[in-house]
């Protein structure tokens, strides 16, 4: 099976617990952050997912739904822009990450 790695960005408390979820399913990944610049210096924490890509979208969705709080994906596809995720599941996921690899998670707000 060929590796996929993705890149998750969010808080560094919501990056801790998506990197302990992680080991728990033994599931590999990397801390680091990302920087970009778009009129503004940002930098993000960041966990890169190592995985089969097969594998990767089911990780994200059992992440999401062993979370107790909702959370918020956003996904960034050039000439479209910033977009909200709306489909967890894992083939929604496997769809998406046929166009992005990387995601941003953050505490969805109520």
Do not use: W
Request: aromatic share 10%.
């Amino acid at each position: 099976m060929e590796q996929y790695r993705l890149t998750v960005t969010g808080s560094s408390e919501e990056m801790d617990v998506l990197e302990q979820f992680c080991r728990e399913h033994a599931v590999a990944t990397e801390r680091g952050v990302v920087s970009a610049y778009e009129g503004v210096a940002i930098t993000l924490f960041a966990v890169y997912i190592t995985v089969a890509f097969e594998a990767v979208s089911q990780c994200i969705a059992a992440y999401r739904n062993a979370r107790t709080e909702p959370l918020k994906a956003t996904y960034f596809i050039p000439g479209r822009g910033t977009l909200i995720l709306g489909d967890f599941t894992p083939d929604g996921l496997a769809n998406l990450l046929q166009a992005t690899d990387q995601l941003h998670l953050e505490i969805a707000a109520s």
